[in-house]
């Protein structure tokens, strides 16, 4: 049963040096009040896994708190460069970044596989591209048709954190609009944390929600405007001028670093 | 992505039944489909809206209006098992870096793979969206820096590509080749092979773009001013 923690309790008690830790969202609900609770708790060589890493991903690794990223579109979407996982990529600043990358699909489907707790997912992919000899993937015959797929391994990270729009007092969580991968990343995970918009005593059926019951989650905490500058669905709106902003804010180094310590971790 | 362009992509959504649009640019071509040609076309964005119908170009490919206007919104995972994976989206909209004489795309990096001059975003969905779809639409800029002759990193194959269109013209593929089959008005033969990294053929009965009509060029105007 997801015990109600303040944000700071919950990853503070969730989140430790060098964790594969997930925060996933696509587009939508993207989790930046716990990742930015991770810099400010100063948690470092994580090995961070999201689909499309995005700003926030940028921040975590411009601060030098990643090892690792697994990954499978690195961009700011509709705006162009993600500057500072460039950097890491590019020139080793402020650390060298290990990478392994995905197509969106086989990212999917390893979260899928590590939802089910099956070591691999088999699918349709990879074949004639350079990508099949850059990252984890493996050819695989089907036994029934003889139809050659690839496998990829399931995805467990050891925490994963989702934002939601609500939980009730019990833990139990509803989100609504484009659900991503969060549901499947929460039960991949060997600990999750959802934060939500608020709680409330009673959630209200909406239809097309997903529903993600407390007794899978380990912990949920209230985070008002938790996925600002993303969004939530009914709650608040993506913030689209921020995403042109970050682009400039985070081309130059010192700018980035000042921005950071002005912005996110006040306060640690 | 010049109106002309925009507007000669449009045009290949006449009689689509579907269409898939990647990040970017695409989103206004296929939003003026939906406007001036094909009603009835659904759009289908990655982050899982199948149906959308925006009054504005979203920013990202996961904006909110997409999901507010969409017949149905789903997973990433059963986006590309159910809908992409089996050709259910008949036309792929799709961006890239560079491209090849055989339509294969790079999104991933410019220079070596473990030392890259320039890291880009890398595959996202381009390469089980290229397989799934049965119709592969390419939209790029005609420049040496984007048409290559050698790809620096494979992402994306090329065999579903039906057309690609340029600000200077399309290319379609004649004996497994993007060969040159139609121009926009004004532009010569010799200045695309010029902004062409392989020895482009061309077509010898190519075909000169009808330019965009006044109900084309108002309804994009209007559409991008919102």
């Not at chain 1, 939980?167 to 995970?189: F, S």
């Not at chain 1, 007794?215 to 985070?223: C, K, M, S, T, Y």
């Not at chain 2, 992402?155 to 269109?165: A, D, L, R, S």
Request: glycine share 10%; with cysteine; net charge negative.
């Amino acid at each position: 049963m997801a015990e109600i923690l303040q944000l700071s309790g919950a990853v503070a008690g969730l989140v430790h040096d060098g964790d594969s830790v997930a925060l996933e969202g696509f587009t939508h609900l993207i989790p930046f009040a716990a990742g930015h609770e991770v810099l400010r708790q100063g948690r470092v060589d994580l090995e961070l896994i999201r689909m499309t890493p995005d700003i926030l991903y940028d921040q975590i690794i411009g601060m030098g708190a990643a090892r690792k990223l697994v990954f499978s579109y690195g961009g700011n979407p509709g705006v162009g460069s993600l500057h500072r996982f460039r950097d890491a990529v590019e020139h080793a600043w402020p650390r060298p970044i290990e990478l392994e990358e995905h197509s969106h699909a086989g990212m999917a489907n390893r979260y899928a596989a590590g939802a089910s707790h099956l070591p691999c997912a088999v699918m349709r992919g990879y074949t004639g591209t350079d990508l099949m000899h850059h990252t984890r993937v493996r050819p695989i015959t089907c036994p029934f048709t003889g139809e050659e797929l690839v496998a990829v391994p399931a995805l467990r990270p050891d925490v994963s954190i989702v934002h939601a729009q609500e939980a009730d007092r019990r833990g139990n969580v509803q989100l609504w609009g484009i659900p991503g991968v969060q549901k499947e990343a929460v039960l991949a995970a060997a600990r999750s944390l959802v934060t939500v918009e608020r709680i409330v005593d009673k959630l209200e059926p909406r239809p097309g929600a997903t529903i993600i019951p407390g007794w899978v989650i380990d912990a949920v905490a209230e985070a008002p405007g938790g996925s600002r500058p993303s969004y939530s669905l009914g709650v608040t709106e993506r913030d689209n001028d921020f995403y042109r902003v970050w682009d400039r804010v985070s081309r130059d180094r010192d700018e980035f670093t000042a921005w950071m310590h002005e912005h996110v971790m006040v306060g640690s | 992505m010049s109106e002309v362009q925009t507007v000669v992509a449009a045009r290949r959504l006449r009689e689509a039944r579907s269409v898939f649009i990647g990040v970017g640019r695409p989103s206004t071509a296929a939003i003026l489909a939906r406007m001036v040609h094909n009603p009835d076309l659904v759009l289908v964005y990655e982050s899982g809206t199948i149906g959308a119908k925006p009054h504005r170009v979203p920013l990202s490919i996961g904006d909110g209006e997409l999901a507010e206007t969409a017949d149905l919104v789903v997973s990433v995972p059963e986006m590309f098992n159910y809908w992409i994976g089996t050709g259910r989206i008949q036309v792929a909209f799709l961006g890239a870096a560079q491209i090849d004489r055989h339509g294969n795309l790079n999104s991933t990096v410019i220079g070596e793979y473990a030392h890259p001059r320039t890291r880009l975003p890398g595959a996202g969905g381009a390469p089980e969206i290229a397989t799934g779809c049965p119709e592969v639409v390419v939209i790029a800029p005609h420049s040496r820096r984007t048409f290559v002759e050698k790809l620096d990193f494979l992402t994306t194959t090329g065999e579903h590509t039906t057309h690609v269109i340029t600000d200077l013209g399309v290319l379609e593929p004649r004996e497994a080749e993007l060969t040159l089959t139609q121009v926009h008005e004004g532009v010569s033969v010799d200045q695309v092979r010029e902004a062409t990294g392989w020895e482009l053929r061309a077509i010898d009965e190519l075909s000169v773009t009808e330019p965009p009509t006044a109900e084309e060029l108002s309804a994009l105007r209007e559409l991008v001013s919102r």
